[in-house]
């Protein structure tokens, strides 16, 4: 179906995927999992220059009816990704808001009653707030559950979340929009919690069971007629990255599996912790029917490297006494406050440091919302935004920006250079999803005054 007729039946993105993807298409879509503002620019810019589709989603840890770890509930991260959209000129219509692992995650310590009240609340809360890509997780058990989960509990509970989000989405006007992914086949929200080993697909009978499982749970609760709107199945297709290493995709592994969605014509595989896989495996997942690609970690460790090298320029720009000291006031917010690295990165003090600033696994994105932190980064930005930074200077620490500084498609402001080094990070993904996507461009990557207008500068960070 050509781009014309799509507009005219007034299909969705997720819609045009469904539509496509039967027709021998093979086409994907990038799910952009993280809260950091110059991430979600880098993303919308990208969703830009490519034609494509901007998915972003936030997690059950990131965004909840309390807040989560940034601070924002879904109405608030909605509006956050919604300004970054407007301000650049992307059409809302080209835009899908997504909630991942919705469920009792976040409250499994205590009952599964109370629990999953609290998850009935949040897939509301979503939900109303206009979010249309529901991913149902109910695979964890709580305090009182039989350890490990059974399938058709898991799956009796992601029903019941899919009733309240079912209502909702009557009553807001949303329901025919709604695409609901299940399945979780991969590490708790949050990565691995310690060295990986070898990595075992998702059998092709467990993949069966597990749709089985939801199909009965779904009827059960009275909405078989929202089975053709799932559209994703969580699988694992043998792809993780832990501190210090990434399992790539091996396709011949998973030949079997990738049978089970040919028999659900409306579904595709949603791959998660694909952070860090090579181009061609991105490619080849997309091919094999993993037609979501999820990515968080990676996009928030590449705008660490960003700003870091940010960091070693302004030591050789900036007095000693005007500095932002982003990086040792980084490290030592995180020895303050170490809840959310030390049960992952072990090993001696040593270890432990280089795991806090380096590690795949980018524990340090929890970080960034800190007042000191945050604080820290935008004096950074300050301080080289107000001087010219030497183009020998960004070719030493960002030699890819420097290529496009110098070609002229990319300006040499600190904002600009971050943006695009995240996007160097999205643009495989834009290609394995699309083909035809414009995976080279950086024209879109300015953050120009008329773009900031309305926001004065990058909004502060979340």
Known sequence: MDRSAKE????????????????????????????????????????????????????????????????????????????????????????????????????????????????????????????TKIHLDCSMSCADDPVPMTNDLAAGRAARLLAVAERTADRVGTQADIRYVIGTEVPVPGGAHEELGALVPTSPDAARATIDAHRRAIESVGHAD?????????????????????????????????????????????AHSTDYQTPGALATLVQDHWGVLKVGPGLTFALREALFALAAIEDELIPADRRSDLVATIDRRMLAEPAQWERYYLGDPDEQRIARRYSYSDRMRYYWPDPEISAAEQRLLDNLAAVTIPEPLVSQWLPAQYARVRDGVLPGDPESLVVDRVRDALRPYSAACNPLADTTSTAASTVTATATATTGRTPAHV
């Open 8 to 131: 005219d039946a007034r299909m969705t993105p997720l819609q045009e995927l469904e539509t496509d993807r039967p027709r021998g298409a093979r086409i994907g879509v990038t799910s952009v999992c993280s809260a950091h503002p110059m991430v979600l620019i880098a993303a919308v810019e990208q969703a830009i220059a490519d034609g494509g589709v901007l998915l972003v989603e936030a997690t059950s840890n990131q965004v909840d009816q309390f807040g989560g770890y940034t601070g924002m509930r879904p109405a608030d991260f909605r509006d956050l990704v919604l300004g970054l959209v407007d301000d650049r000129g992307l059409p809302r219509d080209r835009v899908v808001l997504g909630g991942d692992h919705l469920g009792p995650n976040r409250w499994q310590d205590g009952p599964s009653e109370t629990a999953m009240a609290h998850a009935e609340t949040l897939v509301e809360a979503y939900v109303a707030a206009g979010y």
């Open 226 to 270: 929202a089975w053709s709107r799932i559209m994703a199945l969580v699988v694992q297709p043998g792809v993780e990255f832990d501190h210090l290493k990434v399992v790539d995709y091996r396709p011949e592994a998973t030949l079997e599996l990738q049978r089970v969605v040919e028999s659900e014509p409306h579904m595709v595989f949603e």
